[in-house]
């Protein structure tokens, strides 16, 4: 009899331990999911206080295709090669960015009239539109830096009726004359985005991967892996 008490004793007791280890692993991971929310929102946060300012010092170059055909995105590389190799060979080099956007105003029509040059002499009939304005632009990563997304001032350029897949760049700091074809900015282009920013905010556009958490669990249940 007593025998039996012990055993139904012992039966309790284990399901006691198994309850509280449950628990304790609920616990862990409640604490874990609210860490990584609050940790979320932060980095959130912080990624919108960066866009705003770096929407203040950068102006984008902005290219949509008239559609996703092959021969549409060859002629909107085309316009785009014609309207960087004018920009760096007219455009003085700015020390503002206000600088940069008055100067491209004032010869909007000069970039207008290239573009429809350009698409004249491929025999495409399209109508091209150019303006300095505002655009919304998802994430973007040029190189290794990326643009958080949010809305940034930009020459947009749209070719016949700009339902193509876009090509961008940033005209200031002038990181479109920059080869970044291997993946990496070089580092005359990060310098001069170093010098519009502050320090935190460089290195949240620089950094590598996003937030992450990671959780490493005891064996809260006893057993052997």
């Known amino acids: ?16 331990r198994r309850a509280n280890r449950v628990i304790l692993l609920l616990a862990v991971m409640l604490a874990a999911f609210v860490t990584c929310f609050a940790g979320y929102r932060l980095n959130m946060k912080a990624e919108a206080g960066v866009q705003q300012h770096l ?30 190799d004018f920009l760096e060979a007219e455009m003085p080099e ?16 000069d970039i207008e009239d290239l573009c429809r040059k350009t698409v004249e002499e491929t025999g495409a009939d399209y109508p091209v539109n150019a303006a300095v304005t505002t655009c919304w632009f998802p994430e973007k990563t040029y190189g290794d830096v990326t643009f958080p997304q949010g809305n940034y ?51 949240h556009i620089t950094a590598e991967g996003t937030f992450q958490i990671a959780w490493y669990f005891p064996s809260l249940f006893g057993g052997k892996e």
């Open 1 to 16: 009899m007593k025998m039996k008490i012990n055993l139904c004793r012992q039966e309790k007791d284990k399901e006691l």
């Open 94 to 109: 700015q020390q503002e960015v206000s600088e940069t956007k008055d100067w491209i105003r004032r010869h909007i029509d």
């Open 153 to 203: 001032e930009a020459l947009r350029i749209e070719i016949g009726a700009a339902q193509g897949h876009n090509w961008w760049c940033v005209l200031y700091p002038g990181l479109c004359f920059l080869d970044a074809a291997n993946g990496v900015v070089p580092g005359e282009g990060k310098q001069k985005l170093k010098n519009v920013l502050t320090e935190e905010e460089y290195s």
């Open 55 to 84: 929407a203040q010092e950068v102006l984008r170059f902005h290219i949509l295709a008239n559609s996703d055909s092959e021969e549409d995105q060859e002629l909107k590389m085309t316009v785009k090669e014609e309207v960087l």
